[in-house]
């Protein structure tokens, strides 16, 4: 018996340390923006990781209420009133994905990775998980580089292109000199860095649940002629699967919660501009971009999500085409409880419980999108100015100049 537990353990440890190996390159830049402390450190590094944590959490909150000074004296809906807000909400976005990440992450992440860990000591290294950690590499750079290099195209955009745009950097806009744009890159960095670590988190996790669940779901289909056999085990590694699918949720639900319920107003801010504003040149570009890039994160989120949620009900259409008939009922019995199971508890990503994300999630979000577009158009300023026009005329017939 000693023996035989000190392999199971040896193998614990050997898929813990594969979790790790494979996460190493996230945990590298969630450590170096102020999110993860990890398994191990010394002190002197773990309260520079603390120091480093509440600095940068700092520059993000207080990037979100600097730009708040921006609505000061503002008192006219119109086009840069809506985009100033739909950068505000983007700013608020990356604070609150921050700071719950930030709380969330030493808790959920270490038992993320030994849930993850036991399994595949369990069930064996599947073949992409050796090629996963180049590819989660390669990620982390061309998104982090993405973000920072559209910080850097604003910023020289603001100082030199379109001036106008100036009015963003409050409330340093009034300000001139190096320093102050220095600064300005600066705190714009963290933030970009701030989402891309989410980003790169979120991918991370839900591309490891996604194979896991397609390799669980192609084996049950290759075997479906010895299905009475294969059946029992199968439940048990989807459970494991799901619980581990719960872990990560613990993990994502904030960052999914933040992209619909700061990046829904953004969208619409940005359309009313878009449609309604006279905006110039360079604030059309501005919301374009803007618009582009949180429309990018709720596709992100949306389709590997409801992804995430198609594999892990997939094997439900494989044990529907089979013959149930053929069946005992001891294993009739088990399929009833494993499709009530699903149906109950709807696999995949929750958003703090309102609703798991599945395909139903993109006809609501764009149904709301559109209905707002279309409100926007249907409901034009000019009869409002044109009776504004009527009361200010003299000795014309006001029925006849507002009909």
Known sequence: ??????????????GQALCISIFKPVIRQLRMNGFYLGRKQSMPLKCATIVLMVVLKFLTVFNAVRYSTIFVGKNKLDGCLTS???VFFFYSYVAYTSLTLTFVLPRHFVRFQDLLGSYVSEYGVSPYLKKFIHKIRLFTILFTALYLSFIASTTVGINKAFPS??????PFNSYQGTTVAVLYVFILSVVSLQLSSANVLFNSITFILIKEFKILSKK?????????????????????????LDQANNINTHFA?????????????LWFGLIRGSLQTDELLFCSANLFTITALMIDVTVASCVLNDTANEPLQHIFRSNWASYSEGTTQKISLFVARLASEKVGYSVYGLFTIDRSTILMVVGTILTYAVVVLQVQPDSGAACNRCLTADNLNLTQLCS
């Open 84 to 86: 100033s807000l739909a």
């Open 165 to 170: 745009l100036k009015r963003h950097m409050a």
């Open 220 to 244: 049950l289909k290759e075997d479906m002629d010895n299905f009475e056999r294969i059946f029992g085990p199968f439940c048990q590694r989807h459970k494991r699967l799901s619980l581990i």
């Open 1 to 14: 018996m000693k023996v035989e537990n000190m392999k199971v353990t040896n193998g614990e440890d050997n």
């Open 257 to 269: 919660f933040a992209t619909y319920v700061f990046g829904i107003p953004m969208i619409c801010f």
